[in-house]
């Protein structure tokens, strides 16, 4: 009888273990599976970052470019405040973006790159078209702000005399 009991008492204790350690495995595995998820959720978000701030910089080249087309068809220096805004606002985001990619060699080399460019195009094209037209001036006695005014005087009503 002295078997038949070791054999109960063994069966009793593997019966109590084994739903702990089967919980403490699936316990694990869980724990395990959320700190995958929360790591994947900061990589979404990271990336979802560095794909907004691209963006601001590609937004931020538009607006310098836009300004200094509006500057050089006018004249008129407030064209100019998108391009010196944008200029200002480059030269603190990319960094940051730098800053945010720097886990990533091949981005940071590409962003060095663009930085390499925009410069380029800076003082290669845009400072030199922007001072050109700066020497030039407003010395011409028509402007597109009197192709304006004739539009609008155009679309006014007018009176008419009548025949007699």
């Given at each position: 009888?002295?078997?038949?009991?070791?054999?109960?008492?063994?069966?009793?204790?593997?019966?109590?273990?084994?739903?702990?350690?089967?919980?403490?495995?699936?316990?694990?595995?869980?724990?395990?599976?959320?700190?995958?998820?929360?790591?994947?959720?900061?990589?979404?978000?990271?990336?979802?970052?560095?794909?907004?701030?691209?963006?601001?910089?590609?937004?931020?080249?538009?607006?310098?470019?836009?300004?200094?087309?509006?500057?050089?068809?006018?004249?008129?220096?407030?064209?100019?405040?998108?391009?010196?805004?944008?200029?200002?606002l480059w030269?603190?985001?990319?960094?940051?973006?730098?800053?945010?990619?720097?886990?990533?060699?091949?981005q940071v080399?590409?962003?060095?790159?663009?930085?390499?460019?925009?410069?380029?195009?800076?003082?290669?094209?845009?400072?030199?078209?922007?001072?050109?037209?700066?020497?030039?001036?407003?010395?011409?006695?028509?402007?597109?702000?009197?192709?304006?005014?004739?539009?609008?005087?155009?679309?006014?009503?007018?009176?008419?005399?009548?025949?007699?």
């Amino acid at each position: 009888m002295s078997n038949h009991g070791s054999s109960f008492k063994k069966n009793i204790i593997i019966g109590a273990i084994l739903p702990v350690f089967i919980i403490f495995i699936i316990s694990f595995t869980f724990y395990s599976s959320l700190q995958r998820q929360a790591e994947t959720t900061r990589w979404v978000e990271h990336t979802h970052k560095v794909i907004a701030d691209a963006h601001h910089l590609t937004k931020l080249l538009v607006d310098m470019e836009t300004g200094e087309r509006g500057f050089l068809i006018t004249g008129k220096n407030n064209f100019l405040e998108p391009f010196d805004n944008g200029k200002i606002l480059w030269d603190k985001e990319l960094p940051l973006l730098k800053v945010l990619v720097s886990d990533n060699a091949e981005q940071v080399r590409r962003l060095d790159d663009i930085g390499l460019l925009q410069m380029k195009w800076l003082t290669d094209a845009a400072n030199i078209e922007i001072s050109t037209r700066k020497l030039v001036g407003n010395s011409t006695d028509i402007s597109i702000d009197d192709v304006h005014l004739s539009l609008i005087h155009i679309s006014e009503p007018t009176r008419r005399t009548p025949i007699s």
